[in-house]
Antibody
Framework: EVQLVESGGGLVQPGGSLRLSCAAS????????MSWVRQAPGEGLEWVSV???????YYTDSVKGRFTISRDNSKNTLYLQMNSLRADDTAVYYC????????????WGRGTLVTVSS | EIVLTQSPGTLSLSPGERATLSCRAS???????LAWYQQKVGQAPRLLIY???SRATGIPDRFSGSGSGTDFTLTISRLEPEDFAVYYC?????????FGQGTKLEIK
């Protein structure tokens, strides 16, 4: 079955760190453009970061220098390392697939909740 | 950065009626880079339309997309009870993806 399963969310204090994982099955992560998209409680969708099949990475301005997207090809898994977390990073984080040069997300995970609070 | 503005914020309609949702871009967007999603409470978004007017796999033909340049429209021809949800448009440009703020389609 083709699917994405996120994990690693939880409660973290402001200034803390967390690493999210997104395990893929039924397709190869490294052959696609993989993104993280987040949704704050009661709010809309916000794109966070992408890693292209060639390895280039891009971020939305609010997370540059704090978040790092990566992948482990041997595990077929996408990651998001989040450092210096702030209260406004609180959100459900989804991983999503863009099948390279399609420029839309055809597959989404169910999301993992990150709560930044003291 | 291209900003997408969706209108209306909330649309109240009855089952069987026609819904028209708008997405306006602050700069011209290639039609190839415009998509629409549906999101129900507690669920991940689901792709409805890509390339401005192509339906994704499994999407009923009552959903249609149109538009070009800066103005795009999602139309639901005859609302079914399961269509009441939040709808987002999305575009890609300069290595960035952006979403509109969403339109909530609620039962009148």
């Amino acid at each position: 079955e083709v699917q994405l399963v996120e994990s690693g969310g939880g409660l973290v204090q402001p200034g803390g760190s967390l690493r999210l994982s997104c395990a893929a099955s039924g397709f190869t992560v490294s052959s696609n453009y993989m993104s993280w998209v987040r949704q704050a409680p009661g709010e809309g969708l916000e794109w966070v970061s992408v890693i292209y099949s060639g390895g280039s990475t891009y971020y939305t301005d609010s997370v540059k220098g704090r978040f790092t997207i990566s992948r482990d090809n041997s595990k077929n898994t996408l990651y998001l390392q989040m450092n210096s977390l702030r209260a406004d990073d609180t959100a459900v984080y989804y991983c999503a697939r863009d099948r390279s040069n399609y420029w839309y997300f055809d597959l989404w995970g169910r999301g993992t909740l990150v709560t930044v609070s003291s | 950065e291209i900003v997408l503005t969706q209108s209306p914020g909330t649309l109240s309609l009855s089952p069987g009626e026609r819904a028209t949702l708008s997405c306006r871009a602050s700069q011209s967007v290639s039609s190839s880079y415009l998509a629409w999603y549906q999101q129900k409470v507690g669920q991940a978004p689901r792709l409805l339309i890509y390339g401005a007017s192509s339906r994704a796999t499994g999407i009923p033909d009552r959903f249609s997309g149109s538009g070009s340049g800066t103005d795009f429209t999602l139309t639901i021809s005859r609302l079914e009870p399961e269509d009441f949800a939040v709808y987002y448009c999305q575009q890609y440009g300069r290595s960035q993806y952006t979403f509109g703020q969403g339109t909530k389609l609620e039962i009148k």
